[in-house]
């Protein structure tokens, strides 16, 4: 079993950043690839961003590219989501979950990011 917890989330103004961290534990997630989702009030879940297990691939949505960047520290069983120049469209709550393919094992309970205007 996999426990991920994301925090970091917050208000901002647009244009600001945030860092937004997906803890895991009870198990290692250093050989899963991970990947950060969002769901706005109304919307269904979307893709954001994806890295994989080493670090060295990595996968945006094109509405964040340019803007959002994902890592991951394995020692630390920590993945991560730099926020900047954020829009109000990216007001959401953003979720992080282990990646097999198509299959989403884990997922965390999210963090909401508001942006303001």
């Known amino acids: 079993q996999v426990q991920l917890v994301e925090s970091g989330g917050g208000l901002v103004q647009a244009g600001g950043s945030l860092r937004l961290s997906c803890a895991a534990s009870g198990r290692t997630v250093g050989s899963y690839t991970m990947g950060w989702f969002r769901q706005a009030p109304g919307k269904d879940r979307e893709f954001v961003a994806r890295i994989s297990w080493s670090g060295g691939i990595t996968y945006y949505a094109d509405f964040v590219k340019g803007r959002f960047a994902i890592s991951r520290d394995n020692a630390k069983n920590t993945v991560y989501l730099q926020m900047n120049s954020l829009k109000p469209e990216d007001t959401a709550v953003y979720y992080c979950?282990?990646?097999?393919?198509?299959?989403?094992?884990?997922w965390g309970q999210g963090t909401q990011v508001t942006v303001s205007s």
């Open positions: 979950a282990t990646v097999r393919g198509s299959t989403y094992d884990y």
